[in-house]
């Protein structure tokens, strides 16, 4: 079976109810990106912060999530919702997307907040859905698809994040499919219908 076959075949599948997110509900397994003094990035009991203080030129401090698709087709549909706090005034934008980092693209490109938004002790939830211009594969490079950051000072914190085919997203539930056991059992029991034929995914 081709790699766009078994892709569309899969991304029928998940859809609405099914988180791609890798552990989304720990967000146990990242990648950090323009760690340096003044910058703290982590997460701690599910919640992502990034703190960027005293920096006097673009940095682009966050982090990257991985998802279960190799790669997203044009013309599908992806949501993208979360929920954040402003813990310190901004000086440029929060932004999230979804980025080849090794030729340096991306797409799904969302501005969060900008300086303009107040300091929040309550939860904001944020979504966005955007259709998908170009088939677009994530790369090899040294980052995760899914990209949060903070383009220059700021401090921010995320929590229950959700990416999912289609255009819109349930509630946060921790992600229906989260760990390559539950996708492959899942996966696994789909194989064993009439007339549908899947790649068996393999433990990465």
Partial sequence: ???????TEVGNFFVSDNNLIVNSETLDKYTLVGQRSGVSLGPQNGIFA??????????WSGFTLPIYVPKILKGEVYTISF????????????????K????????LHKVVANPSDPISSDWIE???TSTMSEDFDFGTGNGY?????????GYVEIK??????GSRSS?????????????????????????LKLFRWQNR
Avoid: C
């Avoid at 929920?83 to 979804?98: M, N, P, Q, T, W």
């Avoid at 229906?176 to 194989?191: A, C, H, M, V, Y």
């Fill in 1 to 7: 079976m081709s790699s766009s076959i078994f892709q």
């Fill in 50 to 59: 990034i703190n960027a203080v005293g920096l006097t030129s673009f940095n």
């Fill in 83 to 98: 929920k954040y706090k402003i813990k310190r005034k901004l000086d440029h934008e929060f932004r999230v997307a979804i």
């Fill in 100 to 107: 080849n980092h090794f030729k340096n693209k991306a797409v």
């Fill in 126 to 128: 944020f979504q966005a």
């Fill in 145 to 153: 698809p899914l990209y949060f950051y903070l383009v220059k000072n």
């Fill in 160 to 165: 229950e994040p959700i990416l999912v085919r």
């Fill in 171 to 195: 509630s946060y539930n921790q992600a229906n499919l989260t760990t390559p056991t539950k996708l492959q059992r899942t996966l696994s029991n789909w194989q064993r219908m009439p007339k």
